[in-house]
């Protein structure tokens, strides 16, 4: 594999997608597209008379590894003169079960690292022979999955479009319970939902909790140690929603976390709360359904109530990893990421 680096941007291609709790929650209505979701890196491929090469949102390019390759060989096949292409690149194990985004970090950038296990899964058509697609999806679907035909490392993702809700959950049990695809997206009349199996939602720290929801002190904050958080999304008017607390459960991210000491701006007996700096990643089971959830304004003598709205709390929430690639805002903190 070739790397390098690039000033080209792609966060433009990237949809804003709404998150789903369920498939229950899908408006259904005949048109309505479902593909498979895999966990990996938001990628697009150029392509240009038989050199290609694949780009993430970071600018990080890289060529000459064998999904690429292979993408190579079967548009040359396909007498495809130039093509840009939106992919997920992610990992697969031997047994070509998909991984999480993680185990794909190591699987491509590892000491042991395994390119013959990258997957380009395709999604999306932007350009053919330097002309824009202005065909819909499906048409560009159907296209793609005849260049990519029979191909190993890359090919359109998993895709249907069911006549019925049924159909639509028996694709779910196929791709998602049994193949291990990180979920299903949804696209009808515009809109595009994600729908997992456990809920992801990216949020930001604004308390570290003194008291858990327990009533009982929480253990280990004496030593210098966070071990649970309390977080909020953002709504329009820029306010915080809380959506509740999150056990943090690594020593080493328990202590990286006491920097936010720092960052104080009130106490209060049950909390320290922090200036809103820190974006992570949860998941949850499940969520509480018609909650009454605070709205706290943060101003220049900290966090003030602002009222309350009805909205979910989440159900045992699982601190997953730090979003350093997020920012505190309404776009990359919005509601709709539960819908």
Known sequence: MIEGKTELKIDHYK?????????DHVDFRLGLISMAKADGEFTLLKYKNGRAFTINRYGHLRSDYPALNEAVKALEKAGVESAEILCELYAVDDRGKPLILPEFIRTAKGADRKLENLRLGVWDLISVNGKPVVQDYEWKLREMDSWFEGCKRVYVLPWIKPESRAELKKFWDVWVTEAGYEGLVIRCNGDIFKVKPVIDVDAVIIAINKVGSNGKPVKGFSEGLVRSVKLA???????????????????PIQKALWVLMDFKVQKEDRAVYVQPLVVVQVRFNSLF??????????????????????????????????????EVNVKDLRLDQVE
């Open 15 to 23: 949809p804003t997608m709404k998150g789903l709790v369920s498939l």
């Open 289 to 326: 359904h018609g909650s009454r959830v605070r709205l706290l304004e943060f101003t220049d003598r900290g966090y003030v109530e602002a009222g309350e709205m009805t909205f979910w709390k989440m159900r045992n929430p699982r601190f997953i990893r730090f979003r350093t690639d997020k």
């Open 233 to 251: 999304l953002m709504d329009k008017q820029e306010r915080f929603v809380v959506i509740g607390d999150c056990v943090v459960p690594k020593p």
